[in-house]
């Protein structure tokens, strides 16, 4: 952690993916805790909102906390990652006893992807927590008729909104098409799982609603070119 430079390596050397997007939040973390402004990201003097603040608002805490340098820096994205063998373990467990969890948590660990990713201080891990923890309160209380179910998953579904916008949105919807094919009480889980991703969105809406007021035409074209635009067409 300490020792790789920030935005160095490749993320994926198969399909040349850099880990240039760490140099972006790894600055918008550091320009928080230097020169305030928590609530609206800034790169190089300008707006940021490619993407929702929670990682970045993580590893300025981390700095702050810490010191800045990279160790500091990455240190929610690594305890994300260890997060999402923990939450692995668990939902194995749940549903075969024995070995079965040792089993998810190594593989967990031994995936690539996962611990190149883990290593850098960028949203997809944070991202992979978020969606496994909801899956995971869903694993234990399939109905989410547990009160502590119910709040694992909408603090886990607002996170990942937080994360990266539209991609927290999919464990909800993984959620509506369980609850469709269930037999027994489907009404009933139809409604309990509506209300609690509204509730979820409802948690992470402040930031979203603060900046549509105040930088609307900002807030569009950042997130518009990051959900609309990215992978579609070239960019400059």
């Not at 981390?62 to 692995?88: E, H, N, Q, T």
């Not at 991202?127 to 923890?133: D, F, K, R, Y």
């Not at 709040?151 to 996170?159: E, R, T």
């Not at 027994?184 to 603060?210: C, D, E, H, I, N």
Request: aromatic share 8%.
């Amino acid at each position: 952690l300490p020792h790789a430079g920030i935005g160095s390596g490749w993320i994926d050397p198969v399909a040349r993916l850099g880990a240039q997007d760490e140099s972006v939040y790894t600055h918008e973390a550091i320009r928080m805790i230097t020169h305030g402004g928590w609530m609206t990201p800034t790169l190089s003097g300008r707006y940021s909102f490619e993407k929702p603040p929670l990682l970045i608002w993580l590893s300025a805490l981390s700095m702050k906390c810490f010191g800045i340098g990279r160790f500091s820096a990455r240190l929610p994205a690594v305890l994300a990652g260890a997060l999402v063998a923990v939450l692995a373990f668990c939902i194995a467990s749940a549903a075969r006893p024995g070995p079965a969890g040792w089993a998810a948590a190594l593989l967990v660990l031994s995936n690539p992807l996962l611990f190149t990713m883990a290593r850098h201080n960028m949203t997809d891990i944070l991202l992979a927590a978020a969606v496994l923890g909801a899956l995971a309160a869903q694993a234990g209380d399939p109905a989410l008729s547990l009160r502590r179910s119910q709040v694992a998953f909408v603090l886990s579904v607002s996170a990942g909104i937080l994360t990266k916008s539209l991609a927290g949105l999919l464990p909800p919807m993984a959620a509506f098409l369980f609850a469709a094919v269930s037999g027994k009480g489907r009404r009933q889980r139809l409604r309990r799982t509506a209300v609690l991703s509204g509730l979820a969105v409802l948690a992470a809406a402040p930031w979203f609603l603060y900046h549509l007021v105040l930088h609307r035409e900002w807030l569009a074209a950042d997130m518009g070119f990051q959900i609309l635009t990215v992978g579609v067409s070239p960019t400059q």
